[in-house]
């Protein structure tokens, strides 16, 4: 079993910077994981992922130049820092253990978060 746990989301003003962080525990070998958000009435969406080894990174391409997705294995944490943020980006962030299988889609994601909220304002 797998436990993953959110924090570090809250409400800043646009431009600001927020850095969220997941906590895994149990049986979780490699960290690769992903990060997704999700809005209101809208598909969870992916956002970012670290995988492999060499911790091989992709991220959807509205965040590319301002979200940084990295690790640390030591403390068996996933980090998503998140640069110039927009109202855009306001969404419940969710953290999740990849599978297998296509990188982007929510299925390939075995184990979840409970989310964090993240929340910008114009």
């Known amino acids: 079993q797998v436990q993953l746990v959110e924090s570090g989301g809250g409400v800043v003003q646009a431009g600001d910077s927020l850095r969220l962080s997941c906590a895994a525990s149990?049986?979780?070998?490699?960290?690769?994981m992903g990060w997704f958000r999700q809005v209101p009435g809208k598909e969870r969406e992916f956002v970012a992922n670290?995988?492999?080894?060499?911790?091989?990174?992709y991220y959807l391409n509205s965040v590319k130049d301002r979200f940084t997705i990295s690790r640390d294995n030591a403390k068996n944490t996933v980090y998503l820092q998140m640069d110039s943020l927009k109202p855009e980006d306001t969404a419940v962030y969710y953290c999740?253990?990849?599978?297998?299988?296509?990188?982007?889609?929510?299925?390939?994601?075995?184990?979840w978060g409970q989310g964090t909220q993240v929340t910008v304002s114009s």
């Open positions: 999740a253990l990849y599978r297998g299988g296509t990188t982007y889609l929510s299925a390939s994601y075995s184990y």
């Open positions: 670290i995988l492999g080894p060499g911790g091989t990174t």
């Open positions: 149990g049986r979780t070998f490699t960290l690769n």
